[in-house]
């Protein structure tokens, strides 16, 4: 920079004239020394007569003179150098804070665009659901007493299925073209029951057969739950997502009511978790209401990736008919290729009631889970105290099995973590969701030990702290084997217990300072918090104090 030159160039003179005083003093002592000796030998070639000569001390008296001023100028250069270096370690210290600052702006833009796109895809979903609520709101308008005028419903003709008109409604009634309503005035009435009467049936018997089907665990193919798949298929061969009235998506919701009501039997939860999921996902990426076709694919598409994250990367399903002839042809195309229909009440009303059980499934394995849990945290907050008695007493193999009787109730807990990722991964759980659970439950867990600590003080002791130490470090090493694609942030949700019991055992906590508790050790937790900790906390291993007075008032 302009000042290390600077400081540079007046070291540089310094040095030069240093330099020219030095060839000065060199030559005057050359001086002195030649004047001694022409005097010495003076006096040796002299008659002895006794003399007074003056002595000279003028070049003396210079030398001092430049032999100070040295001095001074080594002085002032140490001062030159020392300021310098200052001024070097303070550039530094700044370019390390613009680099932060730089850092720090762009994690905000990088914030910042995040935040854009969740805004704009919050938006979108809200267009879709406002159309949704619409379609709705005039299906209730229609059904009412005031609308009763709208449930009327002309006789309609039921098409075979034609090359000219794609697949057969199987049986459920669509309003048809006016050239349509023309052609069935035509017809007699007892001409129009037998074929109508025929195609009630045939719907009937495939309705039937659908739900006996799914009624059954079907399995997976690869990892894609066949019983969505299945039901997604038919609903959109048959067409029903377009008609007016049906019956078939009120007896799917009854099915899956019906499996679920075993609410402890977590496997059968978790595998209707993954098909009414996948099976959400897929109506999300087909419905659209009335008010919503303006809205491009693409657009939808990113709306419901909101849901369900990487759920929706790579669903190539192509499921084989269980029993169901008409699947054996092509199979479900990619989630980019699904054709989109526009929605009835019927279908949008299917939506909503699925999105329901998928959310009730989803609380009941976690409130599952909790409960399991619930019993084992009380036990992990204190240590037992015939344990802590083995420890200290024991000789070395026997503490190490008194260790391993210390974190058995931790290891239980683990253990009934390692039980339910497996049930979910087995079911093809989406990883987004196996990641909500735990994250859940493990902010579950951090609620339940922090609270237990501030308002237990026997909990608030320096071997407590060890023990909870213990426990937690168990709890990492099952998010790391579990892997962030299903635990994710789990191990963040356990903040204010770790810092709370990083508190309880470090040591010499006297010596800390109110910044380094507050900015370093625990900067997630309050000041009232920190104060409640530090009081209550009491060292039952080496008799240590808490935090000094300063800290603590």
Not at 35 to 55: D, G, L, N
Not at 242 to 268: G, Y
Not at 303 to 323: E, I, K, V
Not at 514 to 523: S, V
Request: hydrophobic fraction near 35%; aromatic fraction near 6%.
């Amino acid at each position: 920079t302009d000042l290390e030159e600077e400081k540079a160039q007046e070291i540089a003179k310094l040095h030069d004239a240093l330099h020219a005083v030095q060839i000065q003093v060199e030559e005057a002592n050359a001086r002195v020394i030649k004047e001694q000796e022409a005097a010495r030998k003076a006096i040796e070639e002299a008659p002895p007569v006794i003399k007074e000569t003056p002595v000279i001390v003028e070049d003396t008296e210079k030398v001092n003179s430049l032999a100070a001023e040295v001095e001074n100028l080594k002085a002032s250069l140490l001062s030159e150098t020392k300021a310098a270096e200052e001024a070097r370690n303070a550039c530094t210290d700044a370019e390390t804070r613009n680099a932060e600052l730089v850092k720090k702006l762009e994690e905000s833009e990088r914030k910042v665009d995040q935040l854009q796109e969740s805004v704009q895809r919050l938006e979108e979903k809200l267009a879709n659901s406002e159309s949704e609520i619409q379609v709705l709101r005039q299906q209730s308008l229609a059904i009412s007493p005031t609308g009763k005028s709208l449930t009327a419903r002309q006789r309609t003709m039921i098409l075979p299925r034609t090359p000219e008109n794609g697949n057969v409604l199987n049986g459920e009634t669509k309003v048809p073209s006016d050239t349509t309503l023309v052609l069935s005035n035509v017809r007699e009435p007892e001409s129009e029951e037998k074929p109508q009467k025929y195609l009630n049936e045939k719907q009937q018997e495939n309705q039937d057969l659908l739900i006996k089907c799914i009624s059954q665990n079907l399995g997976f193919s690869g990892s894609k739950p066949i019983a969505a798949c299945v039901v997604y298929k038919c609903l959109l061969h048959w067409r029903s997502f377009e008609v007016e009235r049906t019956t078939v998506f009120d007896r799917i919701i009854q099915t899956i009511a019906s499996a679920i009501e075993v609410q402890d039997n977590n496997d059968v939860l978790a595998y209707w978790l993954s098909n009414s999921s996948t099976l959400l996902l897929l109506l999300q990426h087909t419905l659209k209401a009335s008010g919503a076709a303006s809205l491009t694919p693409q657009r939808r598409r990113a709306t419901s990736a909101s849901l369900f994250g990487r759920m929706s990367q790579g669903l190539r399903a192509s499921p084989q008919s269980a029993g169901l002839s008409f699947l054996s042809g092509r199979g479900l195309s990619r989630l980019d290729d699904l054709r989109q229909v526009e929605a009835k009440y019927p279908a949008l009303l299917f939506k909503q009631q699925l999105t329901a059980f998928l959310e009730k499934i989803y609380g009941m394995i976690r409130d599952n889970l909790k409960k399991e849990i619930s019993p084992l945290l009380g036990l992990c907050i204190q240590v037992p105290r015939t344990s802590r008695a083995s420890l200290v007493k024991g000789r070395s193999q026997s503490n190490a099995v008194a260790q391993q009787a210390l974190i058995a109730h931790w290891q239980s807990i683990v253990k009934s973590l390692d039980r339910y990722l497996k049930i979910m991964k087995s079911n093809h759980v989406p990883p987004f969701l196996v990641r909500t659970v735990f994250t859940q439950i493990f902010s579950f867990i951090n609620v339940q030990l922090f609270n237990s600590l501030l308002l237990r003080r026997e909990c608030c002791s320096f071997s407590n702290g060890e023990y909870v130490k213990a426990g937690l470090a168990e709890l990492e090493q099952w998010c790391s084997e579990a892997t962030e694609e299903y635990a994710g942030s789990a191990w963040d949700e356990l903040k204010h217990i770790r810092q709370a019991v990083g508190f309880l055992v470090i040591h010499q906590k006297p010596k800390k300072s109110l910044n380094e508790i507050t900015k370093e050790l625990c900067p997630v937790l309050s000041i009232q918090q920190l104060y409640r900790i530090s009081t209550m906390y009491w060292d039952d291993k080496y008799g240590t104090h808490s935090v000094s007075s300063d800290v603590s008032s």
